[in-house]
């Protein structure tokens, strides 16, 4: 199975600063199509997760722009440009290369 | 808009069977791939099944549930299943049914999420 390896697993950050999480894949997630399986979800208090980001870097509808997602390979990096009080949650990555799908632990953000 | 509604969690003995139910609404559900994944208490994100489109060409199972739990669907009805037999404590959690998105594998909804509690 692929291991996903997110670190911080909690961040707490300042409204209006930047905030950066890191998630490594034991394997490559680099299809010979030249995609990249590697997706982002937040999972708010009390809700289900829902998709921030895909394929590396493609914002799902409706994701603020100040989200951005990066990496390649096996190293990948979600960004939030000015964190938001509306951002607090786990955020947790996701590889779409292989069965089993395999998530990060997670990373709790919380505002300061 | 797209809509994914669990039922048929609970409270259930070590050893003994639940249904779960994801009715679907919004979207042409006989067109999708649909998975069900699991977070324990306190714990992260753990998937457990997915199901071909077409309910009968392609299934697949996490290794601790293999044997123990039956993906299924009725497209005629908009319904995803899945039975769990054989329960354990370990089986303890929130059961999500997520739909891929077409020709990708991402999830791109996910259901509200239903509490199946394995305890004595």
């Known amino acids: 199975d692929i291991v996903m390896t997110q670190t911080p697993l909690s961040l707490s950050v300042t409204p209006g600063q930047p905030a950066s999480i890191s998630c490594k894949s034991s394997q490559s997630l680099l299809h010979s199509d030249g995609t990249t399986s590697l997706y982002w979800y937040l999972q708010k208090p009390g809700q289900s997760p829902q998709l921030l980001i895909y394929?590396?870097?493609t914002r799902f509808s409706g994701v603020p722009d100040r989200f951005s997602g990066s990496g390649s390979g096996t190293d990948f990096t979600l960004k939030i440009s000015r964190v938001e009080a509306e951002d607090v949650g786990v955020y947790h990555c996701?590889?779409?290369?292989?069965?089993?799908?395999?998530f990060g632990q997670g990373t709790n953000l919380e505002i300061k | 808009e797209v809509q994914l509604v669990e039922s048929g969690g609970g409270l259930v003995q070590p050893g003994g069977s639940l249904r779960l139910s994801c009715v679907a609404s919004g979207f042409i559900f006989s067109n999708y791939w649909m998975h069900w994944v699991r977070q324990g208490p306190g714990k992260g994100l753990v998937w457990v099944s997915r199901?071909?489109?077409?309910?009968?060409?392609?299934?697949s199972y996490a290794d601790s549930v293999k044997d123990r739990f039956t993906i299924s669907r009725q497209n005629a009805k908009n319904t995803l299943f899945l039975q769990m037999n054989s329960l354990r404590a370990e089986d303890t959690g929130v059961y999500y049914c997520?739909?891929?998105?077409?020709?990708?594998?991402?999830?791109?909804?996910w259901g509200q999420g239903i509490l199946v509690t394995v305890s004595s």
């Open positions: 997520a739909r891929a998105a077409d020709g990708y594998n991402y999830f791109d909804y």
């Open positions: 996701m590889q779409g290369i292989q069965l089993p799908r395999t």
């Open positions: 394929d590396v870097s």
């Open positions: 199901i071909h489109s077409d309910g009968g060409s392609s299934t």
